[in-house]
C-alpha cells in the first residue's frame, strides 16, 4: 500500500507546478479549450483556425477537463496523468495473467518510476495516449500470439483504434510485429467483431472531419504530419540515426542497466512466443523511428511498457537479481546533478547546460555505497528497496525542479506578472505559451530601430 501511495503521489502532486512548456503542450491545450468553449468536437481549431495537425483524443479528453472546470495548467495535464495510472493498473493484471505477480510487480514498478513514463505523464501531449492504448492492444493480443485464444481481440481492436485516435497511422505500423508473428492465424483480426470494434473507435471522427472540411485534412494529417516525417526537414525535427541510443537510455533511467541483465537462471526459460512478440515491437519500433529523419524523444514512449515488460521477466527468472540493482541506485544518485541542470536544458537546449562533474561523481560515489550495502544487507528486499528509493527521488526532484521549470521554460509567469496585451520577441515554445495563457494569439509588440529612430513592426 506504502509503494502505491507513492506512486499516485508522483502522478497527481503538483500537476500545476510549472506551467504548460515546450511549443505542443500550451497548441494542444488550446485546441482542447476552444472545443470546449465552442462545442465543436469535429473541427480542432487554434487561434479559431482549423488545425489538423494530430486526431481529437488529447484535444477531446482536455475539452472533457475544461468542461468539468478545471484550470488552464490542471485541465490539460489531469486526464494525462489519470490514463497513465490507469494504464499502469491495467499493465500490471495483464502480466500478472500471463507471467504472474512477480513479473508483473517487477514491471509494473520499474515503468511508474522511470523517468519517460513520469515525465510525459506529467505533460499533456499525445505519445502517453498513444502508448497507453497501444500497449493496452499489444498485451491483449498475447492469450492470441500464445495460445491462438481470440476472446480478446475485439478489445485489443478498440484499443488499437483508440491509438489511431491519440495518433493517426503511427499505432497502426507499430503494431505489424504482432501482426507477423501470428500470421497464420491473422484472419481472426479479420472477423467481423474486430473490424466493428476498431471502426467504432477509430474512424466516426476521422469520417465527419473530412465530410466537414475537405481534402484539406486528409492532406495536412497524412502527407503533411506523418509521411512528411520521415524524409521531409520542414518539420524542423531533424536528427541523426543514433539519436534514439542516447534517448532509449533516458527515458528508461534509472532502470536501463537492466536491459543486459541475464544473470544465473533458475533453469532455461523454454522458448515464448509472447517474450518474442515484445521483442519484435520493441526493436522494430525503435528501427522504424530511427530510420525517420524527424525525430523528438516522445516517440518512443510505446516501446516502453515492453521493454519493461521484458526486463520484468528477466529479473523473474534469475536466481539473484539483487545485484543487478546496484547499476540503477547508482544512477539514482545522479539525480541532483540533473534537477540543477534540466530547468536550463528545457529553455535553452543540453548544450548550455554547465555541469557540476565533481558534485556528480561524489552523488554517484556515495550511492554505489548506498547500492552495494543494499545488495549485501538485504538481498531478498533488494528490489522494493531500490523502487522506493527511486520513487521517493523522482518524487523530490518533481517537488525540486518544477519551480525552476517554471520560472525558465514556462510564459505563465511572465503572463502572471503583467498580462502583456502584445507578444515581445520570445522563443518559439514561449511565444505559443503566452497565446494561450492570454487566449488568443497576441500581436507582436513594437520594437524601436534606433538607428532609424522609428518605431517598426
Known sequence: MAMLGLVCALYLA?????????????????VGRSMAQSGDWITPRLWG????EKPALLYWMTASAFRMGLGPDLAPRLPVAFLSLTFLAFFWWRLRIEWGSRVAFYATTMLATSAGWLAYSHVAVTDLPLAAFFSAAVLLSMPWIARQERANLPAAAACLGLAAMAKGLVPLALFLPVFAIGWRNLRDWLRPIPILAFGVCALPWYILCTIRNGSDFPRVLFVEQTFARFGSAALQHGQPFWFYLPVLLLLLY????????????????????RVRMLAAVVIFGFVFFSAMLNKLPGYLLPLLPGAFALMGIG????DRPGA???APVILLGSLPLIAGVAPGALAHGLRSATIPWVGAVIWLIAAGLVGCLLVLAAQKYAFGIAAALAGMGFLWFQLATFPGFDAAASARPLWLASHPQCAPQLSRSALYGLYYYSGRQLPPCPVLDRSMTRVVR
Open 324 to 326: 543487478a540493482l546496484i
Open 254 to 273: 534509472p532502470w536501463f542497466p537492466l536491459l543486459l541483465f541475464r544473470g544465473a537462471r533458475v533453469s532455461p526459460p523454454a522458448p515464448d512466443p
Open 14 to 30: 503538483d500537476l500545476t507546478g510549472m506551467g504548460l512548456v515546450s511549443a505542443d503542450e500550451p497548441r494542444y491545450a488550446a
Open 49 to 52: 483556425q482549423p488545425w489538423f
Open 315 to 318: 529479473l523473474a527468472r534469475a
